[in-house]
């Protein structure tokens, strides 16, 4: 069952599961932050706390990452809050 939930989560994020294997500098920053997100959403929770979760990617991968939130949002219903320095 936790196979399942994991590779349900893995594919609403937009990764595959062979990046599973990878480490973390094997990864590019938008891979990084849909992993930490998948992370995050994989118990289901009521609340999530986004700190600076766009700040060190490029302005095309920072928007796939809001948007991809907020539709994660909409699936789930849990509430977010995002933590910016700008």
């Given at each position: ?17 062979d990046l ?41 991968v920072q ?24």
């Amino acid at each position: 069952q936790r196979t399942a939930r994991m590779d349900e989560v893995i594919e609403e994020v937009g990764l595959t599961r062979d990046l599973l294997k990878r480490f973390p500098h094997q990864l590019s920053g938008g891979q990084r932050q849909r992993v930490a997100i998948a992370r995050a959403i994989v118990r289901r929770p009521a609340f999530v706390v986004a700190d600076e979760p766009v700040s060190a990617l490029d302005m095309t991968v920072q928007k796939q990452i809001l948007l991809l939130i907020r539709s994660l949002q909409e699936r789930y219903g849990f509430a977010c809050l995002f933590v910016s320095h700008d």
